[in-house]
């Protein structure tokens, strides 16, 4: 089973931050918090992964928690672009085992 | 540009017989590769690990004669749909981690299968 839980679907108006949450209350010292998003009918694409500091670059920006049991994925300025399924995924980086959970259906509205 | 390549990106067959798919890394080598399948509206579902020179590992409850992996070389993993039915329709992704890069997975673009 997937060790995160995220809202199923969410809405972002364009060029507003699009702020997705992610729980992942049974993480372990050792796993990272991995992003990826899906637009339909490709594979997914990488993000952005932090252990415990928050974490940027140039698509987005990770939020954990002093805690690590939740994380907030940011998109600064929403583009059309950005419509897809974002995936959270919690793992221990030597083993590149993804379990892909539900995700978020993000939609960015014009 | 892609890291990890699929071929084909769709395939069409007919019931009973049986199709390869191909995962490609394209500039590095890679001794493990995932092969995940997607059917519509849903997340994506890990099969099995395909390990370069030994037996592939698979998930519970994937059948390993339906789903057959080879992993001959370190650029390049098959996935064999065995005797194929309708309800192996799907969409069909691999990925492979590339040495260096802490955790990350790239992903090829998918193959969708189709079977009348």
């Known amino acids: 089973d997937a060790k995160t839980t995220q809202p199923p679907s969410m809405d972002c108006a364009e060029g507003r931050a699009a702020n997705l949450p992610c729980n992942h209350s049974t993480i372990s010292g050792n796993e990272y918090v991995y992003w990826y998003r899906q637009i339909h009918s490709q594979g997914p694409q990488y993000i952005i992964h932090g252990l415990k500091n928050n974490e940027t670059n140039e698509m987005a920006s990770l939020i954990i928690t002093e805690d690590r049991k939740s994380s907030t994925l940011i998109l600064p300025h929403a583009t059309l672009r950005d419509t897809a399924v974002y995936y959270c995924?919690?793992?221990?980086?030597?083993?590149?085992?993804?379990?892909f959970g539900t995700g978020t259906r993000l939609k960015v509205l014009a | 540009g892609a890291v990890v390549s699929q071929h084909p990106s769709w395939v069409i067959c007919k019931s009973g017989t049986s199709v390869k798919i191909e995962c490609r890394s394209l500039d590095f080598q890679a001794t493990t590769m995932f092969w995940y399948r997607q059917f519509p509206k849903q997340s994506l579902m890990l099969m099995a690990t395909s390990n370069e020179g030994s037996k592939a590992t698979y998930e519970q409850g994937v059948e390993k004669d339906k789903f057959l992996i080879n992993h001959a070389s370190l650029t390049l993993s098959t996935l064999t749909v065995t005797s194929a039915h309708p309800e192996d329709s799907s969409f069909y992704i691999c990925?492979?981690?590339?040495?260096?890069?802490?955790?990350?997975?790239?992903f090829g673009e998918g193959s969708r299968l189709t079977v009348l």
């Open positions: 990925s492979a981690p590339r040495q260096g890069v802490t955790g990350e997975l790239f």
């Open positions: 995924i919690v793992t221990n980086s030597g083993t590149y085992k993804y379990i």
